[in-house]
């Protein structure tokens, strides 16, 4: 999986959306609301974790080996607590369709088509909880 290149894919000029301004004008200037950004909610929210836990992880402040928590049963760094949740975000984003040529996929039977699919579905839920449950327990750490 291709980690930054599954998340830059969400994002070109900073924006998330298969639509451009003109199509899907920003609806209350005042207060700066893009309705674009509601699209794929769960895509804008993660890709925007993911690029400031990315520029987190570059800051010098923090010793980010200090905070330990304890998550399901092993005992983990911030540092540790970051790399997670931001291989659950590649997890969530990835979508395998966009790693394979149109050959490739239409070379798929319908099993392994469905099977890929279930999978990654599975896969998805799975890296949802996880990040939530991580965030959950470094969250009031996330500062310097």
């Not at 699209?39 to 974790?49: A, P, S």
């Not at 319908?110 to 949802?128: G, R, S, Y």
Request: charged share 35%; proline share 3%.
């Amino acid at each position: 999986m291709m980690l930054d290149t599954t998340v830059e894919k969400y994002y070109v000029d900073d924006n998330a959306y298969p639509f451009s301004l003109e199509d899907y004008p920003v609806i209350d200037p005042e207060r700066g609301i893009d309705m674009r950004e509601t699209y794929e909610l769960d895509h804008t929210l993660l890709v925007w974790f993911y690029k400031r836990l990315r520029e987190y992880l570059k800051q010098d402040v923090v010793d980010l080996e200090f905070h330990k928590f304890n998550i399901d049963g092993e005992e983990l760094t911030e540092k540790q607590c970051i790399d997670r949740m931001m291989s659950d975000i590649m997890t969530y984003l990835y979508d395998f369709t966009d790693f394979i040529s149109e050959e490739e996929f239409l070379a798929l039977g319908d099993e392994e088509l469905n099977d890929k699919v279930k999978k990654q579905n599975n896969d998805k839920i799975f890296a949802a909880r996880d990040f939530g449950k991580v965030l959950g327990e470094v969250l009031p750490v996330l500062w310097w």
